[in-house]
């Protein structure tokens, strides 16, 4: 690692805009390591600017972009000065594409450079961005946004990821980079890309940059075998997350198994051998129910470098999450009554999602029921080959007959849900969609939400993100100093 010291707390990245800057700036700020998410943020800056950019933030951020018409042009495009009228949509902006239009591929390095740029305001502490590889689309301009930015950490989780750190070499130097899309139905032979050139972004020269670090977020040792050997670069580290852990989670080995109340069945095959791991000789931290100090020091004497932790921070005062839902989710932890559902197919991705149970939100099947299914957003679609060897797009929750329209089968459709627009509604930036309803949320969390109250003093209706880290690391400072007999041999 480049860095002269690891981060003992990884605040885990947190889509979509639920660790935005304000969050992943104030850990990094309090020496631990910030990450912002970096899914959506096109959209998220672009709807921003249209609720008028309250705090300037965005307009201070855009100022410092390298290439100053290329700010300009957004700015020009999505601002609206005093925010647009509430019962007006948001204007909409392109869908992902293999081959972008110039104002998407700027939409995405700016928003990923504006997010970054933030989260670094007031102090030189690493900050790093999480991608989700299934969302191949935008990975390219947004990971060279985030390095202009420099950011120091790129996380990755959702996938296979062993393009990326190849591919971090290579924007680092300057060189145009190519992602090959997986695609269903392709046969060995097709190649399928999408491309991004440095120099041609920036009209001329591109400047050189810092390679960041890179950590594989992964749920087994082979997968992280397989990357520390046979990516396209050198693989910094990995974060293995557990299936409590918050958000998507790695479906179980084998055949898949529900209980009786419908969620996953994971088993003994699901543990990570650590001892795997360990002998890789990359550092690693452990995600899924340790925000507990006593957990911290359990995971640092299985021999990782740290914790990275979700759950407890979704819920703090400086996280994305629209602030009367948190309030809302941390009123039913305070009563007990704060419960997750593993729902194996309400995501397209087609991972495990894990759903926090909320009356009147998108948790409520029938509440869902009575949305009318639309595919705006479009970060979720899968790649397909076309009968006539084209590329198509397909979202099992998009409207029914125009999956089946692309040759998607009906029983993939059965279940899901929107997760793009729903997300968007967690962090107040939901769509008034074509009928007049507003999307409504759709809150994923870890098993840990149950207890995310303990972080609220009495008669307090907040917490902050300084409250979890002083928890998490109040036994550290016993653990890690050697016993006196140690010191005395040394
Ligand atoms: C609201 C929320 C959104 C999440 N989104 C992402 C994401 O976009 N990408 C990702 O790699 N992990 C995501 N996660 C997982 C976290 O980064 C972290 O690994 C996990 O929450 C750790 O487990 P914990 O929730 O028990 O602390 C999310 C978790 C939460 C709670
Ligand atoms: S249907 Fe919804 S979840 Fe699927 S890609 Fe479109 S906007 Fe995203």
Redesign the pocket.
């Known amino acids: 690692m480049e860095h002269e010291r690891l981060p003992t707390i990884i605040q885990g990245g947190m889509g979509a805009g639920v660790s935005g800057w304000p969050l992943a700036r104030a850990v990094s700020k309090a020496g631990q390591l910030g990450v912002v998410s970096g899914t959506a943020l096109d959209a998220i800056l672009a709807r921003r600017l249209q609720l008028g950019d309250v705090g300037g933030h965005m307009r201070r951020a855009l100022e410092r972009f390298p290439i100053p018409d290329v700010a300009q042009r957004i700015f020009d495009r999505y601002f609206i000065a005093g925010g647009k009228p509430e019962d007006q949509p948001f204007k909409s902006k392109p ?1 992902p594409k293999e081959k972008p239009s110039r104002h998407l591929e700027e939409l995405l390095v700016v928003s990923n450079f504006v997010e970054v740029s933030l989260a670094r305001e007031g102090h030189d502490a690493p900050v790093g961005i999480n991608y989700l590889e299934k969302i191949q689309l935008p990975n390219l301009p947004s990971i060279y946004g985030a390095m202009l930015a420099g950011v120091t950490y790129v996380l990755m989780g959702a996938g296979i990821p062993r393009a990326i750190p190849g591919i971090l070499d290579r924007l680092a130097q300057h060189q145009p980079v190519e992602l090959r899309l997986d695609v269903h139905g392709a046969d060995s032979g097709d190649v399928f890309t999408t491309c991004f050139d440095p120099n041609s972004f920036c009209g001329g020269a591109a400047p050189d940059l810092v390679r960041p670090d890179f950590l594989a977020i992964v749920a087994s040792s082979t997968l992280a075998t397989m990357l520390a050997r046979k990516a396209s670069g050198k693989v910094n580290g990995f974060v293995i997350e557990g299936p409590t852990a918050g958000g998507h989670n790695a479906p179980p080995r084998g055949k898949l198994q529900l209980s009786v109340e419908g969620e996953p069945l994971y088993g003994e095959r699901d543990v990570v051998d650590l001892e795997a791991i360990k002998a890789l000789g990359l550092p690693f931290w452990l995600a899924g129910s340790y925000a507990q100090p006593e957990r911290v020091v359990e995971a640092l004497r299985l021999g990782a470098a740290g914790v990275q932790i979700g759950t407890a921070f979704a819920y703090c005062e400086e996280s994305g999450i629209d602030r009367e839902l948190k309030e809302h989710v941390l009123a039913m932890s305070r009563t007990g009554d704060a419960r997750v559902f593993t729902d194996p197919i309400a ?2 991705t087609g991972f495990p999602f894990k759903v926090v149970q909320i009356e009147g939100t998108h948790s409520d099947a029938a509440t869902y029921e009575t949305r009318s ?9 899968h790649a397909y080959k076309k009968p006539d060897g084209t590329l198509g ?1 397909r ?5 029914v007959e125009d999956y089946l329209r692309k040759g998607g089968d009906i029983e993939d459709t059965r279940g ?7 997300l968007m509604a967690n962090i107040g930036l939901g769509q008034i969609q074509r009928d007049g309803e507003l999307e409504k949320p759709l809150v994923t969390s870890g098993d840990d939400v149950a207890n995310v109250a303990r972080f609220l003093k009495p008669g307090a209706r907040s917490y902050k993100a300084a409250d979890v880290l002083a928890y998490l690391l109040r036994d550290m400072t016993a653990t890690i100093r050697p016993a006196p007999e140690e010191c005395a041999a040394s």
Do not use: A, H, T
């Open positions: 869908v995501s397209p299914r639309i595919c705006d957003l479009s970060y979720l679609r797009w979202c099992p929750s998009e409207p899901r849900k929107c997760v793009c627009n729903s």
